[in-house]
Protein backbone atom coordinates (compact mmCIF):
# COMPACT_ATOMS: atom_id res chain seq x y z
CA UNK A 1 0.00 0.00 0.00
CA UNK A 2 1.35 3.33 -0.92
CA UNK A 3 1.80 5.92 2.04
CA UNK A 4 1.40 9.85 2.29
CA UNK A 5 2.04 12.19 4.76
CA UNK A 6 -0.55 15.25 3.89
CA UNK A 7 0.02 18.68 5.74
CA UNK A 8 -2.31 21.71 5.65
CA UNK A 9 -4.64 23.09 8.42
CA UNK A 10 -7.38 20.73 9.15
CA UNK A 11 -11.20 22.42 9.94
CA UNK A 12 -10.32 21.57 13.66
CA UNK A 13 -8.17 24.30 14.40
CA UNK A 14 -10.80 26.97 14.33
CA UNK A 15 -14.36 25.56 15.85
CA UNK A 16 -16.24 27.72 12.70
CA UNK A 17 -13.78 27.25 10.15
CA UNK A 18 -14.43 26.12 6.50
CA UNK A 19 -14.02 22.34 5.58
CA UNK A 20 -10.04 22.84 4.06
CA UNK A 21 -8.57 20.97 1.00
CA UNK A 22 -6.54 18.56 3.24
CA UNK A 23 -10.12 17.69 5.11
CA UNK A 24 -11.42 17.06 1.68
CA UNK A 25 -8.30 14.88 -0.06
CA UNK A 26 -7.24 12.62 2.79
CA UNK A 27 -10.29 10.41 2.75
CA UNK A 28 -10.66 10.76 -0.77
CA UNK A 29 -6.88 9.10 -0.95
CA UNK A 30 -7.74 6.68 1.11
CA UNK A 31 -10.46 5.54 -1.27
CA UNK A 32 -8.07 4.57 -4.13
CA UNK A 33 -5.83 2.69 -1.81
CA UNK A 34 -3.74 5.32 -0.13
CA UNK A 35 -2.73 5.51 3.68
CA UNK A 36 -2.61 8.88 4.90
CA UNK A 37 -0.74 10.31 7.88
CA UNK A 38 -1.88 13.50 8.36
CA UNK A 39 -1.51 16.82 10.73
CA UNK A 40 -2.44 19.43 11.78
CA UNK A 41 -5.61 20.39 13.79
CA UNK A 42 -3.76 21.80 16.65
CA UNK A 43 -5.33 25.31 17.28
CA UNK A 44 -2.11 27.26 18.15
CA UNK A 45 0.19 28.03 15.91
CA UNK A 46 3.22 26.98 17.10
CA UNK A 47 1.90 23.46 18.70
CA UNK A 48 0.52 22.77 15.26
CA UNK A 49 4.02 24.01 13.62
CA UNK A 50 5.76 21.31 15.80
CA UNK A 51 2.83 18.64 15.45
CA UNK A 52 3.69 19.30 11.36
CA UNK A 53 7.26 18.38 11.66
CA UNK A 54 7.17 15.67 14.63
CA UNK A 55 4.62 13.96 11.91
CA UNK A 56 6.83 14.39 9.04
CA UNK A 57 9.79 12.63 11.53
CA UNK A 58 7.42 9.87 12.97
CA UNK A 59 6.20 8.70 9.52
CA UNK A 60 9.57 9.17 7.39
CA UNK A 61 10.19 5.74 7.18
CA UNK A 62 6.94 5.08 6.02
CA UNK A 63 5.84 7.25 3.31
CA UNK A 64 6.15 7.53 -0.58
CA UNK A 65 5.64 11.75 -1.08
CA UNK A 66 4.69 14.32 1.41
CA UNK A 67 1.87 16.60 0.08
CA UNK A 68 1.50 20.16 1.43
CA UNK A 69 -0.85 22.61 1.07
CA UNK A 70 0.41 25.21 0.25
CA UNK A 71 -1.58 29.12 0.60
CA UNK A 72 -0.62 33.07 0.25
CA UNK A 73 -0.96 34.19 3.83
CA UNK A 74 0.71 32.75 7.02
CA UNK A 75 0.53 29.01 5.88
CA UNK A 76 3.11 30.09 3.70
CA UNK A 77 5.91 29.55 6.32
CA UNK A 78 4.59 26.88 7.53
CA UNK A 79 4.98 25.09 3.71
CA UNK A 80 8.32 26.53 4.01
CA UNK A 81 9.54 25.18 7.25
CA UNK A 82 7.82 21.84 6.24
CA UNK A 83 9.64 21.82 2.46
CA UNK A 84 12.97 22.67 4.33
CA UNK A 85 12.82 19.81 6.81
CA UNK A 86 11.41 17.28 4.41
CA UNK A 87 14.80 18.13 2.26
CA UNK A 88 17.01 17.02 5.46
CA UNK A 89 15.23 14.18 5.95
CA UNK A 90 15.11 13.75 2.15
CA UNK A 91 11.71 12.72 1.27
CA UNK A 92 9.86 13.66 -1.52
CA UNK A 93 7.58 16.56 -1.05
CA UNK A 94 5.05 18.12 -3.12
CA UNK A 95 3.32 21.30 -2.74
CA UNK A 96 -0.31 21.92 -3.06
CA UNK A 97 -0.80 25.43 -4.30
CA UNK A 98 -3.95 26.67 -2.93
CA UNK A 99 -3.41 30.58 -2.80
CA UNK A 100 -5.11 33.11 -5.22
CA UNK A 101 -2.92 35.42 -3.80
CA UNK A 102 0.67 32.82 -4.40
CA UNK A 103 1.88 34.79 -7.31
CA UNK A 104 3.04 37.91 -4.99
CA UNK A 105 4.44 35.70 -2.59
CA UNK A 106 7.12 34.85 -5.79
CA UNK A 107 7.70 38.37 -5.81
CA UNK A 108 7.55 39.58 -1.98
CA UNK A 109 9.69 36.43 -0.89
CA UNK A 110 11.91 35.09 -3.75
CA UNK A 111 15.02 33.68 -1.75
CA UNK A 112 12.27 31.32 0.22
CA UNK A 113 10.23 30.58 -3.17
CA UNK A 114 12.71 29.14 -4.64
CA UNK A 115 14.05 26.83 -1.89
CA UNK A 116 10.11 25.97 -1.27
CA UNK A 117 9.04 25.18 -4.81
CA UNK A 118 12.34 24.49 -6.86
CA UNK A 119 13.51 21.63 -4.85
CA UNK A 120 9.80 19.98 -4.63
CA UNK A 121 9.23 16.97 -6.44
CA UNK A 122 6.74 18.92 -8.47
CA UNK A 123 4.22 21.66 -7.40
CA UNK A 124 0.63 20.42 -7.97
CA UNK A 125 -1.38 23.46 -9.02
CA UNK A 126 -5.00 23.21 -8.92
CA UNK A 127 -5.84 26.03 -12.36
CA UNK A 128 -4.11 26.92 -15.18
CA UNK A 129 -3.89 30.38 -13.58
CA UNK A 130 -1.19 29.67 -11.27
CA UNK A 131 0.27 27.41 -13.36
CA UNK A 132 0.87 29.98 -15.75
CA UNK A 133 1.95 32.13 -12.67
CA UNK A 134 5.05 30.11 -11.81
CA UNK A 135 5.69 29.17 -15.34
CA UNK A 136 6.42 32.85 -15.83
CA UNK A 137 8.66 33.35 -12.84
CA UNK A 138 10.90 30.43 -14.30
CA UNK A 139 8.98 27.54 -12.66
CA UNK A 140 9.03 24.52 -14.71
CA UNK A 141 8.19 21.54 -12.02
CA UNK A 142 4.63 21.97 -12.14
CA UNK A 143 1.55 19.56 -12.81
CA UNK A 144 -1.99 20.73 -13.24
CA UNK A 145 -4.30 19.04 -11.23
CA UNK A 146 -8.19 20.73 -10.21
CA UNK A 147 -9.63 20.97 -7.25
CA UNK A 148 -12.14 17.47 -6.65
CA UNK A 149 -15.67 16.61 -5.53
CA UNK A 150 -17.95 13.95 -5.89
CA UNK A 151 -20.60 15.66 -8.88
CA UNK A 152 -22.92 13.12 -7.39
CA UNK A 153 -23.47 14.89 -3.87
CA UNK A 154 -24.81 18.35 -5.83
CA UNK A 155 -28.33 17.52 -7.47
CA UNK A 156 -28.33 20.18 -10.67
CA UNK A 157 -31.97 21.99 -10.08
CA UNK A 158 -33.24 24.58 -13.07
CA UNK A 159 -34.13 28.04 -11.60
CA UNK A 160 -37.05 30.73 -11.81
CA UNK A 161 -36.02 34.28 -11.87
CA UNK A 162 -39.38 35.75 -10.72
CA UNK A 163 -37.37 37.04 -7.55
CA UNK A 164 -33.69 37.76 -6.74
CA UNK A 165 -32.37 34.99 -4.60
CA UNK A 166 -28.90 35.60 -3.84
CA UNK A 167 -26.23 33.13 -2.37
CA UNK A 168 -22.93 33.93 -1.02
CA UNK A 169 -20.64 31.07 0.00
CA UNK A 170 -17.32 31.92 1.51
CA UNK A 171 -15.46 32.25 4.90
CA UNK A 172 -15.73 36.06 6.00
CA UNK A 173 -12.62 37.59 5.02
CA UNK A 174 -11.28 41.12 3.55
CA UNK A 175 -9.87 39.45 0.40
CA UNK A 176 -13.22 38.14 -0.24
CA UNK A 177 -14.52 41.35 -0.05
CA UNK A 178 -17.90 40.70 1.55
CA UNK A 179 -18.41 44.36 1.73
CA UNK A 180 -19.99 44.38 -1.68
CA UNK A 181 -22.23 41.69 -1.47
CA UNK A 182 -24.10 43.93 0.70
CA UNK A 183 -23.99 46.83 -1.71
CA UNK A 184 -25.34 44.88 -4.02
CA UNK A 185 -28.67 44.09 -2.06
CA UNK A 186 -28.80 47.58 -1.39
CA UNK A 187 -28.55 49.05 -4.83
CA UNK A 188 -31.16 46.58 -6.27
CA UNK A 189 -33.61 47.41 -3.49
CA UNK A 190 -33.14 51.44 -4.19
CA UNK A 191 -34.07 50.22 -7.94
CA UNK A 192 -37.12 49.16 -6.09
CA UNK A 193 -35.94 45.39 -7.12
CA UNK A 194 -37.74 42.50 -5.50
CA UNK A 195 -34.24 41.01 -4.03
CA UNK A 196 -32.90 38.83 -0.83
CA UNK A 197 -29.41 37.81 0.34
CA UNK A 198 -28.13 34.68 2.38
CA UNK A 199 -24.10 34.72 3.22
CA UNK A 200 -22.72 31.10 4.35
CA UNK A 201 -19.99 30.38 5.56
CA UNK A 202 -18.01 31.42 9.03
CA UNK A 203 -16.06 34.34 10.13
CA UNK A 204 -12.22 34.14 9.71
CA UNK A 205 -10.41 37.60 10.42
CA UNK A 206 -13.35 39.56 12.08
CA UNK A 207 -14.73 40.34 8.98
CA UNK A 208 -18.36 39.42 9.45
CA UNK A 209 -19.38 42.05 12.23
CA UNK A 210 -17.80 44.50 9.54
CA UNK A 211 -20.26 43.04 7.09
CA UNK A 212 -23.52 43.00 9.85
CA UNK A 213 -22.23 46.78 10.92
CA UNK A 214 -22.53 47.80 7.32
CA UNK A 215 -25.58 45.68 6.54
CA UNK A 216 -27.39 47.54 9.81
CA UNK A 217 -26.09 50.95 8.27
CA UNK A 218 -27.87 50.77 5.06
CA UNK A 219 -30.64 48.97 6.09
CA UNK A 220 -30.95 45.86 4.80
CA UNK A 221 -31.65 42.77 6.15
CA UNK A 222 -29.37 39.83 5.39
CA UNK A 223 -29.66 35.71 5.90
CA UNK A 224 -26.11 35.34 7.71
CA UNK A 225 -25.92 31.08 8.93
CA UNK A 226 -22.63 30.68 9.89
CA UNK A 227 -20.54 27.26 9.05
CA UNK A 228 -22.53 25.17 7.39
CA UNK A 229 -21.60 21.61 6.22
CA UNK A 230 -21.85 20.96 2.67
CA UNK A 231 -24.90 18.65 3.03
CA UNK A 232 -26.66 21.54 4.75
CA UNK A 233 -25.78 24.46 2.67
CA UNK A 234 -26.29 22.17 -0.73
CA UNK A 235 -30.29 21.72 0.41
CA UNK A 236 -29.96 25.51 1.46
CA UNK A 237 -28.65 26.53 -2.26
CA UNK A 238 -32.45 25.12 -3.76
CA UNK A 239 -34.54 28.46 -2.33
CA UNK A 240 -31.83 30.78 -4.11
CA UNK A 241 -31.56 31.38 -7.91
CA UNK A 242 -28.00 33.71 -8.17
CA UNK A 243 -24.72 32.92 -6.95
CA UNK A 244 -22.28 36.10 -6.14
CA UNK A 245 -18.73 35.48 -5.88
CA UNK A 246 -17.11 39.11 -4.57
CA UNK A 247 -13.78 38.38 -4.25
CA UNK A 248 -10.67 40.27 -4.74
CA UNK A 249 -7.91 37.71 -5.17
CA UNK A 250 -8.68 34.04 -5.80
CA UNK A 251 -7.70 30.94 -7.43
CA UNK A 252 -9.89 27.70 -8.10
CA UNK A 253 -12.71 28.60 -5.20
CA UNK A 254 -14.48 25.15 -4.81
CA UNK A 255 -17.44 26.95 -3.64
CA UNK A 256 -17.83 28.62 -7.29
CA UNK A 257 -17.27 25.14 -8.91
CA UNK A 258 -20.42 23.54 -6.58
CA UNK A 259 -22.48 26.56 -7.55
CA UNK A 260 -22.27 25.46 -11.02
CA UNK A 261 -22.67 21.91 -10.80
CA UNK A 262 -26.14 23.09 -8.61
CA UNK A 263 -27.41 24.88 -11.47
CA UNK A 264 -27.34 28.27 -10.14
CA UNK A 265 -26.15 31.00 -12.43
CA UNK A 266 -22.72 32.49 -10.90
CA UNK A 267 -21.88 35.78 -11.22
CA UNK A 268 -18.18 36.70 -9.68
CA UNK A 269 -15.51 39.10 -10.27
CA UNK A 270 -13.15 38.71 -13.02
CA UNK A 271 -9.99 38.48 -10.52
CA UNK A 272 -7.13 35.60 -10.28
CA UNK A 273 -8.44 32.20 -11.43
CA UNK A 274 -11.57 32.73 -12.54
CA UNK A 275 -11.51 33.54 -16.06
CA UNK A 276 -9.55 30.48 -16.52
CA UNK A 277 -12.59 28.91 -14.59
CA UNK A 278 -15.69 30.75 -16.18
CA UNK A 279 -15.91 31.98 -19.63
CA UNK A 280 -17.68 34.98 -19.93
CA UNK A 281 -21.65 35.25 -21.03
CA UNK A 282 -20.64 31.27 -21.73
CA UNK A 283 -21.31 29.41 -18.26
CA UNK A 284 -21.53 32.01 -16.02
CA UNK A 285 -20.51 35.92 -15.91
CA UNK A 286 -17.33 38.11 -14.92
CA UNK A 287 -17.60 41.63 -13.32
CA UNK A 288 -15.12 44.11 -12.58
CA UNK A 289 -14.04 43.59 -8.87
CA UNK A 290 -15.71 46.52 -6.53
CA UNK A 291 -18.13 47.11 -8.90
CA UNK A 292 -21.73 46.97 -7.23
CA UNK A 293 -23.29 48.58 -10.34
CA UNK A 294 -21.81 46.25 -12.72
CA UNK A 295 -22.79 43.02 -10.59
CA UNK A 296 -26.51 44.50 -10.60
CA UNK A 297 -26.45 45.01 -14.22
CA UNK A 298 -25.53 41.52 -14.95
CA UNK A 299 -27.98 40.10 -11.97
CA UNK A 300 -31.26 42.37 -14.26
CA UNK A 301 -29.78 40.80 -17.22
CA UNK A 302 -30.35 37.05 -15.85
CA UNK A 303 -33.73 38.13 -14.72
CA UNK A 304 -34.79 39.55 -18.08
CA UNK A 305 -33.55 36.67 -19.93
CA UNK A 306 -33.93 33.55 -17.75
CA UNK A 307 -33.38 31.00 -20.92
CA UNK A 308 -30.29 32.79 -21.65
CA UNK A 309 -29.81 31.85 -17.58
CA UNK A 310 -30.87 28.36 -17.54
CA UNK A 311 -27.91 27.34 -20.89
CA UNK A 312 -25.09 29.22 -18.65
CA UNK A 313 -26.17 26.93 -15.87
CA UNK A 314 -26.05 23.64 -18.49
CA UNK A 315 -22.96 24.43 -19.50
CA UNK A 316 -21.69 25.16 -16.12
CA UNK A 317 -22.27 21.82 -14.83
CA UNK A 318 -20.93 20.27 -18.13
CA UNK A 319 -18.05 22.10 -17.67
CA UNK A 320 -17.78 21.33 -13.41
CA UNK A 321 -18.03 17.46 -14.67
CA UNK A 322 -14.22 17.47 -15.19
CA UNK A 323 -13.64 18.15 -11.58
CA UNK A 324 -15.34 14.92 -10.42
CA UNK A 325 -12.93 13.03 -8.11
CA UNK A 326 -13.74 10.34 -10.62
CA UNK A 327 -12.29 11.93 -13.52
CA UNK A 328 -9.59 13.52 -10.97
CA UNK A 329 -8.18 10.65 -9.43
CA UNK A 330 -6.31 9.22 -12.02
CA UNK A 331 -4.50 12.42 -12.52
CA UNK A 332 -3.01 11.70 -8.78
CA UNK A 333 -2.29 8.36 -9.50
CA UNK A 334 -0.25 8.88 -12.29
CA UNK A 335 1.59 11.68 -10.07
CA UNK A 336 2.04 9.06 -7.13
CA UNK A 337 2.41 5.72 -8.82
Not at 73 to 85: E, G
Not at 127 to 144: A, D, M, P
Not at 171 to 179: E, R, T, V, W
Not at 318 to 330: A, G, I, L, P, R
Request: charged fraction near 20%.
Amino acid sequence: MKKLIYIGNKSGIKKNANVSAIDLLEPLFTTIGYQVFSASNKPNKFVRMVDMLWVCFKYRKNTDFVLIDTYSTLNFYYAFIVSQFCRMLRLKYIPVLHGGNLPDRLKSNPKMSNALFNHAYTNVAPSEYVKSNFENFGYSNLVCIPNAFKIKNYPFKPRQFDKVKLLWVRAFSKIYNPLLAIDILKKMKDENIEASLCMVGPDSDGSMEKVKKHAAKLGVEIMFTGKLEKEEWVNLSEDYNIFINTTNFDNMPVSVIEAMALGLPVVSTNVGGMPFLIEHNQDGILVAPNNATAFVDEIKQICRQPEFANLLTLKARKKVEQFNWETVKHKWIDLLQ
